[in-house]
T-cell receptor, first 111, second 117 residues
Framework: SQQGEEDPQALSIQEGENATMNCSYK?????LQWYRQNSGRGLVHLIL?????REKHSGRLRVTLDTSKKSSSLLITASRAADTASYFC???????????FGTGTSLTVIP | KAGVTQTPRYLIKTRGQQVTLSCSPI?????VSWYQQTPGQGLQFLFE???????NKGNFPGRFSGRQFSNSRSEMNVSTLELGDSALYLC????????????????FGSGTQLSVL
């Protein structure tokens, strides 16, 4: 399978704490994206990092990318109860037009 | 601008029946992809259409098919339903623009929850 894998599968933290989730993938990529999914709904795009970038910030989100290790991490700072959701990484392959999604990290932020 | 619209939102079918799901992409988006999401398997890519042509196909049996119309709206069809086809089916559209990866992000609909009894 060319899917990525997120780690951990589930994460539970207190409001105000930081949440870190990791993604590993297998193929050479053009970019890597993170999406959020609230229960039973569609996915919402959070942030995209290109293969020639190492770190990117957007609000309370910080994404890093290590192409030599084929891994990425998503850091959510000062978490809120509204951040409770599942988070997925998606890799865009250099060839072809499809995206491969990981299996997701389920984040629970306790108020 | 309206988002990606999927209909119906919920569907209950019995084994052996067939089903057709519909997806209307964001206006101007020409690429439409379909994904199957199940608790155990995560998101699995089904196929992608662009300008009425299937460009990529995932590893699913021939019972799963799709098409795209000239207005970019897409449908997917599952014939001879099996219990294992119960899943959330997600459609995503993308604005295709060469040379700019910022336009490669996917916009998802809310999905169609299919239950096969």
């Amino acid at each position: 399978s060319q899917q990525g894998e997120e780690d951990p599968q589930a994460l539970s933290i207190q409001e105000g704490e930081n949440a870190t989730m990791n993604c590993s993938y297998k193929t050479s990529i053009n970019n890597l994206q993170w999406y959020r999914q609230n229960s039973g709904r569609g996915l919402v795009h959070l942030i995209l990092i290109r293969s020639n970038e190492r770190e990117k910030h957007s609000g309370r989100l910080r994404v890093t990318l290590d192409t030599s290790k084929k891994s990425s991490s998503l850091l959510i700072t000062a978490s809120r109860a509204a951040d409770t959701a599942s988070y997925f990484c998606a890799t865009g392959a250099i060839t072809g037009n499809q995206f491969y999604f990981g299996t997701g990290t389920s984040l629970t932020v306790i108020p | 601008k309206a988002g990606v619209t999927q209909t119906p939102r919920y569907l209950i079918k019995t084994r052996g029946q067939q089903v057709t799901l519909s997806c209307s992409p964001i206006s101007g988006h020409r690429s439409v992809s379909w994904y199957q999401q199940t608790p155990g398997q995560g998101l699995q890519f089904l196929f992608e259409y662009f300008s009425e042509t299937q460009r990529n196909k995932g590893n699913f049996p021939g019972r799963f098919s799709g098409r795209q119309f000239s207005n970019s709206r897409s449908e997917m069809n599952v014939s001879t339903l099996e219990l294992g086809d119960s899943a959330l089916y997600l459609c995503a559209s993308k604005l295709l623009a060469t040379g700019d990866s910022t336009n490669e992000k996917l916009f998802f609909g809310s999905g169609t929850q299919l239950s096969v009894l």
